[in-house]
């Protein structure tokens, strides 16, 4: 059994104008359809063949590069497709508890969230990542890595990912990272954030 690229839960252009089409095009059908094709090919005949992607993840040995890099850009683009929507709702009561406890509001968590992913150097993610008993901590991590593999991040587990490679803003956004990062806390899917929280805290 292999991993399929998964389908965009909406239209390429439905999260204009802070998406544009001709990106999620790309960023989707190109750049994710690669890491798919790569991690399938870097753990046929291997002991990883058949788990599941947080259960190779988490076990990874880190000088796997092809399995790191491939691994880590299948599991988080997957996540980011899902925590963007054009209809996203709100927070769940026990969710916008857990963000006035660790960030003491709405606003403050979208600042750290923005200064987390404008701060990491060249490519990366930034995380919300909720610890066991439901407290939250904004990461970020170079490259593909992600706070599931061994000592990346905060090592909670990751209910929101926004991609800061250049792939994902830069035919609109160019050098401005800053505003696309405002762009993607106007379109955070909070009903399936939401339902991430409940279901890993
Ligand atoms: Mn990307």
């Known amino acids: ?16 104008p802070h998406i544009d089409a001709r990106t999620m095009e790309i960023h989707h059908g190109k750049h994710h359809a690669g890491y798919t094709k790569k991690l399938n090919s870097a753990i046929e005949g291997t002991d990883m063949e058949g788990k599941s992607i947080e259960e190779i993840l988490k076990n990874l040995d880190m000088s796997n590069k092809a399995v790191r890099n491939n691994g880590g850009g299948y599991f988080n683009h997957s996540l980011f497709w899902n925590v963007m929507s054009p209809d996203g709702g709100s927070a769940s009561g026990e969710l916008s508890g857990a963000i006035d406890d660790a960030f003491g509001s709405m606003d403050g968590f979208k600042d ?14 930034a995380w919300l990542c909720v610890h066991p008993g439901g407290k939250l901590e904004i990461c970020s991590s170079a490259n593909q890595d992600n706070p599931l593999m061994p000592g990346i991040g905060c090592g909670g587990y990751p209910i929101l990912g926004v991609d800061v490679w250049e792939h994902a803003y830069y035919l609109h956004y160019q050098n401005k990272r800053p505003d696309y990062l405002a762009a993607f806390t106007e379109v955070i899917n909070w009903n399936h954030v939401s339902e991430l929280y409940a279901k890993h805290k």
């Open 1 to 16: 059994m292999s991993f399929k690229l998964p389908d965009l839960p909406y239209a390429h252009d439905a999260l204009e």
């Open 112 to 125: 750290k969230l923005k200064s987390a992913g404008g701060g990491q150097f060249g490519s990366g993610w």
